[in-house]
């Protein structure tokens, strides 16, 4: 045991891989979790005090105890977010009015026609979008959605940012990856000058923003190009410290990231201890970021970034600084894409093709 680690403070639990959706970047809906067979509410109990908790899946709102794992979740940490595609309008206005402090992300993937093409399903966006409009009207205040950019909806990342602003709602980007957890391996932007030209367009018009919040997201977002031109992560990734995942089945993972070809360890099951601690301090959990540390991979997702630019703040914060400084004065952004050495392992993201 290696009680020198300190306890997380960010857990997302993939509630499911049941999915109404047919996204083409993901395909988690063709290989449906065995709903008898999920991690149930009262397995989350073993949890640690956390400050932040993601329910994801799959869609949560097709598992009939979600209400059941959000009350639980709310006596673990002071904020929970559901990620969904929306598509259950009534059930995420349900929930709503019985958590009030609960936040929604819905995953729109473009504007209607676009959106409604990539998910599989028709009448997406006007779900996703109504449920907003009720959730805000009815004064839930920690809601937005979020776009994962692929070949084909990084222009309408601009208006979808538009909107965004406009109805004061939050506003997230990623772009599409490959991981067990997708389901996917072929996900590859090929239209890269494209899509990289819109992230630009984006960051400038988050630097003239009065927020400092989207100063910072600027920031990530520049990571994002840095990913999609296939570089290194620009700060390091350090997942199974500060976050980590529960899978449908109780496994712990570092992150949301592996692939087998390269490497795919659990740390533990939640189901076969009695503490967390047993988990997190095991030799087996410190193989696991052993792993980490030399990942060939260069995710840069949300769950494993924010952790990192909050460590190491000097330097998003010098970015930030430097470029707000330039938008006001009108002059050219700095988008360089610099590796911030840290101290990590020359090994971690050199990108390596992995073993067949």
Same mark, same amino acid.
């Given at each position: 045991? %290696?009680? %020198?680690? @300190? ?10 891989? =049941? ?55 709310? =006596? ?9 595609? *929306? ?17 929604? =992300? ?21 779900? *996703? ?12 205040? /920690?809601?937005?959605? *979020? ?5 084909? !909806? ?8 538009? $909107?965004?602003?406009?109805? !004061? ?28 030209? !819109? ?5 400038? &018009?988050? &630097?003239?923003?009065?927020? @400092? ?8 977002? !520049? ?23 529960? /899978? @449908? ?23 076969? +201890?009695?503490?967390? /601690? ?13 792993? +980490? ?38 002059? @050219? $952004? ?15 993201? %050199? ?6």
């Amino acid at each position: 045991m %290696n009680k %020198n680690i @300190p306890s997380p403070t960010d857990v997302s639990i993939i509630t499911t891989y =049941r999915c109404p959706m047919r996204c083409k970047m993901c395909d988690i809906w063709n290989n449906p979790t065995d709903k008898n067979k999920e991690i149930k509410a009262s397995d989350l109990e073993i949890l640690p005090q956390l400050k932040f908790a993601n329910i994801t899946g799959g869609e949560p709102f097709v598992r009939e105890d979600l209400e059941e794992i959000v009350e639980v979740m709310f =006596r673990k940490a002071p904020r929970v977010v559901i990620s969904t595609s *929306g598509w259950f309008e009534d059930r995420i206005i349900a929930l709503a009015r019985k958590f009030p402090n609960i936040g929604i =992300r819905i995953s729109i993937e473009g504007l209607s026609v676009r959106n409604d093409e990539l998910r599989g399903r028709q009448g997406g966006f006007d779900k *996703g979008l109504r449920t907003l409009l009720k959730l805000r009207e009815m004064g839930v205040k /920690d809601i937005g959605f *979020g776009i994962t950019v692929s070949n084909n !909806n990084s222009a309408d990342m601009i208006d979808l940012y538009r $909107l965004a602003k406009n109805l !004061n709602m939050e506003f997230a980007t990623a772009a599409f990856h490959n991981s067990y957890y997708f389901h996917k391996y072929d996900n590859v932007i090929t239209n890269q000058e494209e899509v990289i030209a !819109n992230f630009e367009q984006l960051i400038a &018009m988050q &630097m003239k923003d009065n927020h @400092p919040k989207s100063w910072f997201r600027a920031f990530f977002n !520049n990571g994002l190009i840095n990913y999609i031109e296939g570089n290194r992560r620009m700060l390091p990734c350090e997942a199974g410290l500060v976050n980590f995942f529960v /899978d @449908p089945y109780g496994e712990v993972y570092p992150c949301n990231g592996l692939e087998e070809t390269y490497w795919k360890e659990s740390m533990g099951n939640i189901l076969q +201890v009695e503490r967390f /601690d047993e988990i997190w301090q095991s030799e087996k959990a410190e193989k696991v970021r052993e792993k +980490v540390r030399t990942c060939p991979k260069n995710c840069w997702m949300v769950g494993t970034a924010s952790p990192v630019m909050k460590k190491y703040i000097r330097h998003p914060l010098q970015w930030v600084m430097r470029n707000k400084v330039n938008s006001m004065l009108g002059k @050219p $952004l700095c988008l360089d894409r610099r590796w911030y050495d840290v101290g990590q392992s020359p090994e971690q993201g %050199n990108l390596r093709k992995p073993e067949r």
